[in-house]
């Protein structure tokens, strides 16, 4: 696996904590670094330079983040395994009279299936609503049949920038259904009996700094990455900061485990625009501090919010998951040892879906109530 990417890493970690709460979460940094970083070629000046800071960091490159959301977007299909199922679109709603530069149009053909679609925002925002929301359940399978809530649009949307990802892919080592059983795991609100998957096989493995890592292949060269804190994750998890989490990561080889994982089952959904603010993404959303002219000529163009939903699924054969991420625009009215390790899963964690080549996010869930 290629070496980490400490600013995706950073941007990744610091959406989870401003949209995760105390509970279990999920979304896909994949998704929405997609979505935003298509929004800050369409902009200019402070509001695209807000969004090349969170996304990209103090080098303000988000040419390198593009780069890799783009091989993210691509899976290998080596092995005697079922062929992984990776389908990325980004597409660009735009209200049919809508005046439109040629030139963000060209940077969005580069994107992973980047296109243009149009839907009668002026006439019939709700439609409008109901077509995006099917191209989205088409992409996710179904997954997320409404990213877009009834009033999310009006008739002075201009156009609407949508991120869609599914990914499916089959463990390389597959747990025995007949093995599953259901064991205890100490959740915040109490011991909980939950069906436990169980299987002893050579994985990544690292145990350092107060975390054990377990690392699971996948087909398509994808990996779910298990991180289980030494004590509470309430305590351990504020200190993970993204070199840290680099650190970790880098330091996986394999091993023998003898691993207890609970079946996975999460569907989060959040309105972004709180949590972007907090992470200093403002100017986009004012009506009169905006520059959205790489988009649009239309002066008066802001974005009203960023949607976003999240779902995803582990089980014996393998993992699941699909993400959606809405950019509302709006105009102004208008070496392995002999014994196995053994690490059981029974307690709150934090949950990785990886790229293998980039190291890019599809997925940052954290586990507390499964």
Same mark, same amino acid.
């Given at each position: 696996?290629?070496?980490?990417?400490?600013?995706?890493?950073?941007?990744?970690?610091?959406?989870?904590?401003?949209?995760?709460?105390?509970?279990?979460?999920?979304?896909?940094?994949?998704?929405?670094?997609?979505?935003?970083?298509?929004?800050?070629?369409?902009?200019?000046?402070?509001?695209?330079?807000?969004?090349?800071?969170?996304?990209?960091?103090?080098?303000?490159?988000?040419?390198?983040?593009?780069?890799?959301?783009?091989?993210?977007?691509?899976?290998?299909?080596?092995?005697?395994?079922?062929?992984?199922?990776?389908?990325?679109?980004?597409?660009?709603?735009?209200?049919?009279?809508?005046?439109?530069?040629?030139?963000?149009?060209?940077?969005?053909?580069?994107?992973?299936? *980047? +296109? @243009?679609?149009?839907?009668?925002?002026?006439? =019939?925002? &709700?439609? /409008?609503? !109901?077509?995006?929301?099917? $191209?989205?359940?088409?992409?996710?399978?179904?997954?997320?049949?409404?990213?877009?809530?009834?009033?999310?649009?009006?008739?002075?949307?201009?156009?609407?920038?949508?991120?869609?990802?599914?990914?499916?892919?089959?463990?390389?080592?597959?747990?025995?259904?007949?093995?599953?059983?259901?064991?205890?795991?100490?959740?915040?609100?109490?011991?909980?009996?939950?069906?436990?998957?169980?299987?002893?096989?050579?994985?990544?493995?690292?145990?350092?700094?107060?975390?054990?890592?377990?690392?699971?292949?996948?087909? *398509? +060269? @994808?990996?779910?990455?298990?991180?289980?804190? =030494?004590? &509470?994750? /309430?305590? !351990?998890?504020?200190?993970? $900061?993204?070199?840290?989490?680099?650190?970790?990561?880098?330091?996986?080889?394999?091993?023998?485990?003898?691993?207890?994982?609970?079946?996975?089952?999460?569907?989060?959904?959040?309105?972004?625009?709180?949590?972007?603010?907090?992470?200093?993404?403002?100017?986009?959303?004012?009506?009169?501090?905006?520059?959205?002219?790489?988009?649009?000529?239309?002066?008066?163009?802001?974005?009203?919010?960023?949607?976003?939903?999240?779902?995803?699924?582990?089980?014996?054969?393998?993992?699941?998951?699909?993400?959606?991420?809405?950019? @509302?625009?709006?105009?102004?009215?208008?070496?392995?040892?002999?014994?196995?390790?053994?690490?059981?899963?029974?307690?709150?964690?934090?949950?990785?879906?990886?790229?293998?080549?980039?190291?890019?996010?599809?997925?940052?869930?954290?586990?507390?109530?499964?």
């Amino acid at each position: 696996m290629a070496k980490p990417d400490v600013d995706h890493l950073r941007f990744s970690l610091a959406l989870h904590r401003a949209v995760a709460g105390s509970g279990d979460s999920c979304f896909s940094p994949y998704s929405v670094a997609s979505a935003l970083g298509l929004t800050s070629q369409a902009s200019r000046g402070a509001t695209s330079e807000e969004l090349v800071r969170l996304l990209a960091g103090a080098d303000a490159d988000v040419t390198k983040q593009a780069e890799l959301l783009r091989t993210a977007a691509t899976l290998t299909e080596r092995g005697r395994h079922e062929p992984p199922v990776l389908e990325v679109a980004n597409t660009l709603w735009a209200a049919e009279d809508a005046p439109l530069n040629q030139d963000f149009l060209g940077s969005l053909a580069a994107w992973p299936n *980047g +296109g @243009v679609k149009s839907a009668p925002f002026g006439t =019939d925002p &709700d439609a /409008a609503r !109901r077509i995006i929301n099917a $191209d989205v359940a088409e992409t996710t399978r179904d997954l997320i049949p409404e990213l877009l809530a009834p009033g999310a649009l009006h008739r002075d949307t201009i156009a609407t920038l949508v991120n869609a990802l599914y990914l499916k892919v089959a463990w390389q080592h597959r747990f025995r259904d007949e093995q599953t059983e259901d064991g205890d795991f100490h959740s915040p609100s109490g011991t909980r009996r939950v069906p436990m998957m169980h299987q002893t096989e050579s994985f990544g493995y690292a145990a350092r700094d107060g975390w054990q890592l377990v690392e699971l292949p996948a087909a *398509g +060269g @994808v990996r779910a990455t298990i991180l289980l804190p =030494d004590g &509470d994750l /309430a305590a !351990r998890e504020p200190g993970l $900061d993204e070199r840290g989490l680099a650190a970790l990561l880098s330091a996986a080889r394999s091993r023998q485990v003898r691993l207890a994982l609970p079946k996975i089952k999460l569907d989060m959904r959040a309105e972004l625009k709180p949590a972007l603010a907090g992470l200093g993404v403002r100017t986009m959303f004012s009506a009169h501090d905006s520059d959205f002219t790489p988009l649009t000529p239309d002066p008066r163009v802001f974005v009203d919010d960023v949607v976003h939903q999240a779902v995803l699924r582990l089980d014996e054969q393998g993992l699941e998951g699909a993400a959606a991420t809405a950019v @509302v625009f709006r105009t102004l009215s208008m070496i392995t040892p002999v014994d196995p390790v053994e690490v059981v899963v029974d307690r709150p964690f934090l949950l990785l879906v990886r790229h293998a080549e980039t190291g890019v996010v599809y997925f940052f869930a954290r586990v507390v109530e499964p």
